[in-house]
């Protein structure tokens, strides 16, 4: 079983570089391809990761926008804020073995929210929560793209 810190790394490791521009085409970049299990749907096909204390700290800020397919699966991680953010989001909180525990759709600016029991958090832009039809007890899945 991976600890808290260490658990994301089995997708990126310490050595490769992580770019927060979402449309970077960056060929060290990883990416995940997230998929709702109980009903097949694509929720993210090229999230990032944010698994450092840098990245998870500077999140999302530093974009205008997210579009269909984008996201950020922030490890470990328990709230998240939009202070400073310039869009909606949609947060899901996520299990060790990744159900969802929480969602906060359409999460606007100035917003706080928190998961105690969450591990993780998936961002993703607004709507695609109610787009796919994800309920709290799902299980997704995350593959490297």
Not at 71 to 90: N, Q, R, S, T, Y
Not at 97 to 117: A, D, Y
Request: glycine content about 8%; overall charge positive.
């Amino acid at each position: 079983m991976y600890s808290n810190a260490s658990w994301p790394k089995k997708f990126l490791s310490q050595s490769e570089t992580f770019s927060t521009s979402m449309g970077s085409t960056d060929s060290t970049e990883k990416r995940l391809k997230v998929t709702n299990r109980r009903s097949g749907q694509l929720l993210a096909t090229h999230a990032g990761i944010a698994n450092t204390s840098a990245l998870r700290r500077k999140g999302l800020l530093e974009h205008s926008s997210l579009e269909p397919g984008d996201g950020l699966w922030i490890a470990p991680c328990e709230a998240v804020h939009c202070f400073g953010m310039k869009f909606a989001i949609d947060v899901i909180y996520l299990s060790k073995q990744k159900k969802i525990l929480k969602m906060r759709p359409n999460m606007g600016k100035n917003r706080i929210s928190f998961c105690l029991r969450a591990h993780s958090v998936l961002e993703l832009p607004a709507g695609t929560v109610e787009a796919t039809g994800t309920l709290v007890g799902d299980e997704l899945e995350f593959e490297k793209v």
